[in-house]
């Protein structure tokens, strides 16, 4: 043997005494147990986390009364966390089958699976393949989805976990609302939903079984944008799935036979707050707050709000302002008509519900909701509330009469009121004067004289307890004359519960818009919409009477109808700045109101003189049609219900005799008002102030009770004060 042999033979000899069998197993076993120690080190040290602020963030939903989804708000993550016994058991195995069949079984981790992500991840080749039901719940709740090696080995031991401490229901349920299913949908619910329209508990088999095969690849197997590649494979998958139940003993063969794929609904865009769906929530998120769901707890996410809205009659409303308001008007071309504000409100009498609600143009463009704002004045639409307080007190006029309906008073324009320490002479719609009419005659034409007297017969302290006893609110509402022509403030939400409860036969109705409001860990109390006796049920149908006349054949005459039974007034605010309708059937009451708003920067209410180039807007007009034609629609084209009025109080008959309205010639006023009265001044908030000019009395009325009027007048933002525009309308105005 020459040296070089002699070499490599002591070479090789000393490879095979370096990589013995012996050394080679101690090797092994020493990494095994190296790799076994780092893992207990790493078992010891990563504790199951926190879950991530992203898998718990969850949105709000607001549904109609029918159950149909009207808006999504929230978090920006489209998810409603549901219990996992809301899904149906075949649904849950549809899951189980198409991601993990040893799910029951298993500890919670696929080594294998995670030794080829491991590996494909150091490598390059992208993401893992083979999770675990329970792994996919750790990497979704506790972690991120980002690929690296630290973070799958954090997920492999919070997957032991995790499936040692939990039960398999509970890591199933987290996952299922925490996996993502294309279409922005976050969770089974939102997938339900995105996919089918329907709840998680209303998915057949079939269904479950596609969402399922979705999560492989949810922008890939969308139906509605997948290639005919992509609609093969997720069919493929889908039967797939449907044979491992078969498989597993969670299927019939027979039943699975009969099954067809199930092809989804196409894509709708996430139900925002454009249109009157803000107006909706924000009256409904109003409402949870005065029930004790505070912002914080709301704005946490996870609630389910159905609302009383009855998705027919807000519909019927929209279209109806459509038709006969926003389709006359050129709100580009025309200054007034860019000014113009429509609001309403729509109460069930018998429940309190608010079935319909019309906030303005849309919540995007307009933010303040015309149906629930309360810096306007009801107007006229509180003469009847004049009358239900004279009724309920059994008030007298200043002559010693009972007042009702036939009770007979002096009509006479600007007819200074009798009686009071505050002086108030209102004037009537074009200055008109009437010969004695009875209260309903002065119902029906809206006789401001008339109800300022009557406001003083009572008692304004008695009128306005009375009204807020009714639900109007105690905003700028003083004692004195001149609340008759509406001089508070109210919105249409308020008048609506107001008319409802007079509907009502007197028994207060509150409206409300949420029927329920659900969450996994709370409820909200909903509020009761009928309490109790406000007025007596006699005053409350008397009024009623009275309010049949103004449609029939007063102001309100748009509003009649031979297709239901119906009462209501009309009102136009000073300076005709808004102008209403509010009236009721047996079975529902709504309220319409036009409010004048500037549409410049900081707003400010301005006059309605003009819109749709048709003069003075009042309540009989615009306001009455839109109130007619939805009644009508939400009525289904009309109604046999008739109010059953009981009671109903005639009052007084006797024409007053009328005393000389002409001084004598030694006699002289104490005071002499110009003859043309200036327009009182407003306040900075647009109401006028209480100090105004002297107004002017009607130089020669029909009848004046005895005592010496004073002729300065209360101002207050009413109706047809001397020399201001504005006031109601009496027929064909």
Request: charged share 25%; hydrophobic share 30%.
């Amino acid at each position: 043997m020459g040296r070089a042999d002699a070499r490599r033979a002591a070479r090789s000899g000393g490879i095979r005494r370096l990589f013995t069998w012996r050394k080679m197993l101690g090797t092994f076993f020493g990494l095994c147990l190296l790799v076994m120690g780092a893992f207990v080190a790493l078992y010891a040290f990563v504790d199951v986390p926190k879950a991530n602020a992203q898998a718990e963030k969850q949105s709000n939903v607001y549904k109609y009364s029918d159950g149909s989804v009207l808006a999504r708000t929230g978090s920006g993550v489209n998810r409603e966390i549901v219990d996992l016994d809301v899904v149906p058991k075949k649904v849950q195995h549809a899951f189980v089958a198409a991601e993990n069949k040893s799910f029951y079984r298993d500890r919670g981790v696929d080594l294998k699976g995670t030794t080829r992500g491991l590996l494909n991840t150091l490598s390059g080749k992208g993401k893992q393949g083979g999770s675990t039901i329970t792994q996919q719940y750790v990497k979704n709740y506790y972690l991120t989805q980002d690929q690296t090696v630290t973070r799958k080995l954090k997920e492999l031991v919070i997957s032991l976990k995790v499936d040692q401490r939990m039960e398999k229901d509970d890591i199933l349920a987290g996952y299922l609302n925490t996996v993502y299913y294309g279409r922005g949908a976050s969770g089974i619910q939102a997938a339900a939903q995105a996919y089918y329209g329907v709840d998680a508990k209303d998915l057949d088999t079939a269904q479950g079984a596609y969402l399922a095969s979705l999560l492989q690849a949810p922008s890939q197997y969308d139906w509605a944008y997948a290639s005919p590649t992509g609609k093969r494979l997720v069919k493929e998958r889908w039967a797939y799935t449907l044979d491992n139940m078969v498989e597993e003993g969670w299927l019939d063969r027979a039943e699975r036979d009969k099954l067809t794929f199930p092809v989804p609904d196409a894509p709708k865009g996430t139900p925002g707050l454009d249109g009157q769906a803000g107006y909706l929530v924000e009256a409904a998120n109003q409402e949870m707050k005065r029930q004790g769901i505070t912002e914080e707890q709301r704005e946490a996410g996870g609630w389910t709000i159905t609302l009383n809205i009855d998705k027919k009659k807000q519909k019927q409303l929209e279209k109806s302002v459509k038709r006969q308001l926003e389709d006359h008007l050129d709100r580009k071309g025309n200054k007034v008509d860019a000014t113009v504000q429509a609001g309403a409100t729509s109460v069930d009498p018998k429940t309190g519900k608010v079935v319909a609600l019309y906030g303005g143009v849309g919540a995007t463009e307009h933010y303040i909701s015309n149906a629930t704002r309360r810096d306007y004045q009801p107007a006229s639409t509180f003469k009847p509330l004049v009358l239900a307080s004279a009724l309920e007190n059994e008030s007298t006029t200043q002559n010693g009469d009972l007042i009702g309906l036939n009770t007979v008073y002096d009509g006479t324009s600007k007819r200074p009121v009798v009686g009071s320490d505050t002086p108030f002479a209102p004037q009537n719609e074009d200055d008109r004067s009437y010969d004695d009419p009875t209260v309903q005659t002065a119902m029906n034409k809206s006789i401001n004289s008339v109800f300022a007297q009557m406001v003083v017969d009572v008692g304004p302290a008695e009128v306005k307890k009375t009204a807020l006893g009714l639900g109007v609110p105690d905003l700028n509402f003083p004692e004195r004359p001149a609340i008759t022509l509406g001089t508070m403030n109210a919105s249409t939400w308020d008048m609506a519960g107001v008319y409802a409860t007079l509907d009502n036969h007197g028994k207060k109705v509150t409206p409300t818009i949420v029927k329920s409001a659900e969450h996994r860990d709370r409820t909200m109390e909903p509020v009761d919409g009928i309490g109790g006796q406000v007025i007596s049920r006699a005053s409350a149908d008397t009024v009623t009477k009275a309010m049949t006349g103004v449609v029939d054949s007063g102001s309100g005459h748009e509003a009649n109808t031979t297709a239901y039974d119906a009462a209501g007034k009309t009102g136009t605010s000073e300076n005709n700045k808004a102008a209403l309708f509010t009236g009721y059937t047996p079975e529902l009451a709504t309220a319409v109101a036009l409010y004048g708003e500037s549409p410049k920067e900081g707003g400010g209410q301005v006059s309605l003189t003009g819109t749709a180039s048709s003069g003075r807007a009042n309540g009989g007009g615009f306001p009455a049609k839109i109130w007619a034609d939805y009644t009508l629609g939400a009525l289904g084209g009309g109604s046999d219900a008739t109010f059953d009025l009981q009671g109903v109080e005639r009052g007084e008959t006797p024409v007053t005799e009328t005393p000389s309205t002409t001084p004598s010639e030694t006699e002289e006023p104490s005071e002499t008002p110009s003859e043309e009265p200036e327009e009182p001044s407003e306040s900075p908030s647009g109401t006028p102030s209480e100090e105004a000019p002297s107004q002017t009395p009607s130089e020669t009325p029909s009848s004046t009770p005895s005592g010496t009027p004073g002729t300065t007048q209360e101002p207050g933002e009413g109706e047809q004060l001397p020399g201001w525009p504005g006031g109601d309308a009496v027929p064909g105005q």
